[in-house]
Each structure stands twice: as structure tokens, then as C-alpha cells.
């Protein structure tokens, strides 16, 4: 699951503080993926608007980075007396192209009702 964010910076331009820069300017953008991605917990499941945050990133090579980073969601279901709220800490490759900066998700699909079998 691949989000890209168009740039026009050649990697040899950028660094580390940067790049947090420019990913932070899209922190809704990543907020909404996140929301998408918590499918595989609950359909109730939400991101904490806000509570993207980026621990660290980590050069790789001239154009690939590793950005570690945390965030809170919550889930709310009264049927099923579900009330929490959780911390995440995960950890993305980022790869800087003169398309842009493109951020590689693990892909969680939301799991089919074949799946519980």
C-alpha cells in the first residue's frame, strides 16, 4: 500500500529533517491511510485525529529511508462493551524519487467473513 506524495526534490537535495518536514506538512493524508489500515481490528476503529507523531528516521541509502512513528486510534462498539484506546508504534520504508516521496504501508486488508472460518 504505497501513498505518494508529489515533489520536486531531487534525493541528493534532501535529509532527514527534511523529509520529516515535508511528511509532516501530509500528516492528514497518513492519518486517513492509518484509519484505512485499522479495518483489519474493528470497522469502528479510528485513528486520534492529531496523534501522528514521528519518532525517527533512519538514512537506508542516497533515496531510502526507514521512518519510525506512533499514533493512537481508539474503537468504540457498545453492542460488544468495547471501549479502548491503544498506542501503535510501526515503522515505514520512505523512498525519494523525482516523483516525489513514497511512503511503502504494509497492506491490511479488512478480513472477509471466509477468513473466520
Given at each position: 500500500?504505497?501513498?505518494?506524495?508529489?515533489?520536486?526534490?531531487?534525493?541528493?537535495?534532501?535529509?532527514?529533517?527534511?523529509?520529516?518536514?515535508?511528511?509532516?506538512?501530509?500528516?492528514?493524508?497518513?492519518?486517513?491511510?492509518?484509519?484505512?489500515?485499522?479495518?483489519?481490528?474493528?470497522?469502528?476503529?479510528?485513528?486520534?485525529?492529531?496523534?501522528?507523531?514521528?519518532?525517527?528516521?533512519?538514512?537506508?541509502?542516497?533515496?531510502?529511508?526507514?521512518?519510525?512513528?506512533?499514533?493512537?486510534?481508539?474503537?468504540?462498539?457498545?453492542?460488544?462493551?468495547?471501549?479502548?484506546?491503544?498506542?501503535?508504534?510501526?515503522?515505514?520504508?520512505?523512498?525519494?524519487?523525482?516523483?516525489?516521496?513514497?511512503?511503502?504501508?504494509?497492506a491490511a486488508?479488512?478480513?472477509?467473513?471466509?477468513?473466520?472460518?
Amino acid at each position: 500500500m504505497h501513498l505518494v506524495f508529489p515533489d520536486n526534490i531531487a534525493p541528493t537535495d534532501l535529509d532527514a529533517t527534511r523529509l520529516a518536514d515535508i511528511i509532516r506538512r501530509n500528516t492528514l493524508k497518513i492519518e486517513s491511510r492509518l484509519n484505512d489500515a485499522l479495518g483489519w481490528y474493528s470497522g469502528n476503529a479510528q485513528i486520534v485525529p492529531g496523534s501522528f507523531h514521528i519518532i525517527a528516521i533512519e538514512v537506508l541509502n542516497h533515496s531510502g529511508y526507514r521512518m519510525s512513528y506512533e499514533y493512537r486510534w481508539q474503537v468504540f462498539n457498545a453492542c460488544l462493551d468495547i471501549d479502548a484506546t491503544e498506542v501503535s508504534t510501526e515503522s515505514v520504508t520512505v523512498s525519494v524519487s523525482h516523483e516525489g516521496i513514497t511512503l511503502d504501508f504494509i497492506a491490511a486488508p479488512r478480513p472477509s467473513p471466509g477468513d473466520e472460518l
